[in-house]
């Protein structure tokens, strides 16, 4: 088994401590490829899921102050590490994350998904986000993302 990227062997790559709640969000993704149980997260196909968590890492994964609230914030009402996510000036897109990295995503995103939305209205509310904050660099692909940010956080633009 090798890395796509850059061939090394990953039989001798470094074991590395995993998140219980990404792994049950690997397990959900899983599921919703077969469109089995999608969490308690209203969507109708496995293809909303997908958006709804693209959206949500894409909230979570940028180096600007409010964004870091918003993973402290995550940390403090649904736990988690808050040395996640690599400690850089440059935070790539999720698809082009080092995995190390894209699993501390994950399992950010997992602790938001497990009480959708009301951990993600918490800890939005917390960072100062609102819709206008947002939505400034990027459209929104889910539905229910845009729902739930322009129903709870509108308030703020």
């Known amino acids: 088994m090798h890395c796509d990227a850059c061939q090394a062997d990953l039989r001798h790559a470094p074991h590395l401590k995993r998140d219980s709640r990404a792994v049950e969000l690997q397990k959900r993704l899983e599921g919703a490829l077969e469109n089995k149980l999608f969490w308690d997260v209203p969507v109708r196909t496995s293809l909303d899921f997908f958006d709804l968590i693209h959206d949500c890492t894409r909230a979570l994964g940028t180096r600007y102050e409010r964004n870091k609230a918003f993973r402290t914030a ?14 850089t000036e440059y935070y790539p897109q999720m698809e082009t994350m080092e995995c190390l990295y894209r699993h501390q995503l994950m399992a950010f995103a997992a ?16 960072a100062d986000f609102s819709t206008g904050y947002i939505f400034r660099d990027w459209k929104p692909t889910s539905s229910e993302f845009r729902r739930v940010a322009e129903t709870f956080l509108a308030y703020k633009t």
């Open 111 to 126: 602790r938001i998904l497990a009480n959708w939305p009301w951990t993600f209205i918490a800890c939005a509310t917390r």
């Open 74 to 87: 995550i940390c403090e009402l649904a736990g988690g590490s808050p040395d996640w996510i690599f400690p």
